[in-house]
């Protein structure tokens, strides 16, 4: 009989992985989809309050999971929270938020809030994970959830689509450094997903209309439509996906 290529596993069976913004939203999700996979997922939020139900409910689906309280703002936090309990061989980077205004009343203390999540605190994070790797001697996934607006600009997204653009500078430039340590970084860049951080966006009628339209599949996305591509990312059917954006944007940016 002639041998066949072996099919990859997406099975994450002896893996570690840390996920932040799980409390909610796309975070919980990937938490929930990695947990699914058979990794030992920790789970962090700011506060561990909103986390108990998830982890409570995850634990009644028989997945292995604990909970860490952690601001990612606060990177001598984060970098103690990853020497303690990593090493990590998975980091899905949700947690992020987002201040809308036009460019020209952009306030200094919201532009300071949103990078100081959205880059300082994915970039210190990654870091902090890929330290814990390299020391290790372990290879490892580490997936960023960017945006489409990392790639797109966006009405009263100035500083949004700054911080996501340069995540996606950061995670190319890491993935190269750390290549030969089969360390693979990457980005997801979701269109708009149905989430506390989008209620807003989607209480508008006339807005959600028009992003149906700027959506090639004619409609908006659900946390299940990103669970997929984090699981992909995160197992052995990516080993040479790294330092690439993985647009789940519904075919917003084909154009
Ligand atoms: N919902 C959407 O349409 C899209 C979301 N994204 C990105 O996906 C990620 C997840 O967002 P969603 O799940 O939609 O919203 P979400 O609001 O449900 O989740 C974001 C989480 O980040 C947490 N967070 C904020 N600041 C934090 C900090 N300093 N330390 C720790 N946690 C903090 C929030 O508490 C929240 O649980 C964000 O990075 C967002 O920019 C990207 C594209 C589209
Ligand atoms: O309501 C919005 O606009 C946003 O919050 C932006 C989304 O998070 C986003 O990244 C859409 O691509």
Request: proline share 3%; glycine share 10%; hydrophobic share 45%.
């Amino acid at each position: 009989m002639m041998p066949l290529p072996k099919t990859p596993s997406f099975r994450l069976e002896g893996r570690r992985a840390l996920v932040t913004g799980a409390s909610s939203g796309i975070g919980q999700g990937c938490a929930v989809a990695l947990a699914e996979a058979g990794a030992h997922v920790v789970l962090a939020a700011r506060g561990l309050q909103r986390l108990d139900q998830t982890i409570q409910s995850m634990h009644e689906q028989g997945y292995s999971c604990e909970a860490l309280a952690l601001d990612i703002a606060d990177v001598a936090a984060v970098q103690k929270a990853v020497s303690q309990q990593g090493p990590f061989d998975i980091l899905v980077n949700s947690a992020g938020l987002a201040r809308h205004a036009a460019a020209l009343d952009t306030q200094l203390e919201d532009f300071d809030t949103v990078m100081n999540v959205n880059l300082r605190g994915a970039y210190f994070l990654t870091q902090a994970v890929a330290k814990g790797l390299i020391e290790a001697g372990k290879p490892g996934s580490l997936i960023n959830i960017s945006s489409q607006m990392a790639h797109v600009g966006g009405v009263d997204r100035s500083v949004y689509c700054a911080s996501k653009f340069a995540v996606e500078g950061f995670t190319k430039a890491m993935a190269i450094e750390w290549g030969r340590a089969g360390i693979r970084v990457n980005t997801v860049c979701p269109t708009f997903i149905r989430t506390p951080l989008t209620e807003q966006t989607f209480d508008q009628p006339e807005r959600v209309r028009w992003i149906e339209e700027k959506i090639k599949m004619g409609r908006t996305g659900v946390v299940e439509d990103i669970m997929g591509s984090v699981l992909y990312l995160a197992s052995d059917a990516a080993a040479l996906v790294t330092g690439t954006a993985l647009m789940v944007d519904g075919g917003w940016t084909a154009d």
